[in-house]
T-cell receptor, first 112, second 114 residues
Framework: QKEVEQNSGPLSVPEGAIASLNCTYS??????FFWYRQYSGKSPELIMS????GDKEDGRFTAQLNKASQYVSLLIRDSQPSDSATYLC????????????FGTGTLLAVQP | DTAVSQTPKYLVTQMGNDKSIKCEQN?????MYWYKQDSKKFLKIMFS???????INETVPNRFSPKSPDKAHLNLHINSLELGDSAVYFC?????????????FGSGTQLSVL
């Protein structure tokens, strides 16, 4: 199993809908998780981090972590065309390292 | 006032050539990184330096040689370029040495090897 796995998509949702992006992880990563957004031709930028089980909300974004199922997700409410981007899930590799391991990213397309 | 800047933005070169990419950060961060992103958007760590000390070398061919003259600069030199080196190379920095801290990325260098 890869350390961090995502469905590459594309995930297409209509404007105003909820977009749900999912990520699974292996035992080889530490228990803190990050969602980066990358617009086409641009660099990744951090939008959410989550460290404990449950939900964390920030505006239209909600990150959810389920450690028992080794599953982390990002929900985007009221999706806008400007949310169209690749969303990268990331976690640090376990142990005494500072390697942030990224998933392959999910391409989100919000249709107007 | 760019936080992490890397040059050049585009690099087109022939196989076998040697090229360098430069990176500078003005955030006062202690740790800098090189990441490679392939055509499928997979972002993979290559190197990490903390205060000029190499702390991560992620099984990268020794044709790639990072150099950090000070903690604000991390350059990447690539010898004998191969077709498979074509990718976008991102420089990044973070405040803390430990994994999981927020990474600030440069705008990327699109390397095309012909």
């Amino acid at each position: 199993q890869k350390e961090v796995e995502q469905n590459s998509g594309p995930l297409s949702v209509p404007e105003g809908a909820i977009a749900s992006l999912n990520c699974t992880y292996s035992d080889r990563v530490s228990q803190s998780f990050f969602w980066y957004r990358q617009y086409s031709g641009k660099s990744p930028e951090l939008i959410m981090s989550i460290y404990s089980n449950g939900d964390k909300e920030d505006g239209r974004f909600t990150a959810q972590l389920n450690k028992a199922s080794q599953y982390v997700s990002l929900l985007i409410r009221d999706s806008q065309p400007s949310d169209s981007a690749t969303y990268l899930c990331a976690a640090p590799r376990g142990g005494a390292t500072n390697k942030l391991i990224f998933g392959t990213g999910t391409l989100l397309a919000v249709q107007p | 006032d760019t936080a992490v800047s890397q040059t050049p933005k585009y690099l087109v070169t022939q196989m076998g050539n040697d090229k360098s990419i430069k990176c500078e950060q003005n955030l006062g961060h202690d740790t800098m990184y090189w990441y490679k992103q392939d055509s499928k958007k997979f972002l993979k760590i290559m190197f990490s330096y903390n205060n000029k000390e190499l702390i991560i070398n992620e099984t990268v061919p020794n044709r790639f040689s990072p150099k950090s003259p000070d903690k604000a600069h991390l350059n990447l030199h690539i010898n004998s370029l191969e077709l498979g080196d074509s990718a976008v190379y991102f420089c990044a920095s973070s405040q803390a040495r430990q994994g999981g801290e927020k990474l600030f990325f440069g705008s990327g260098t699109q390397l095309s090897v012909l």
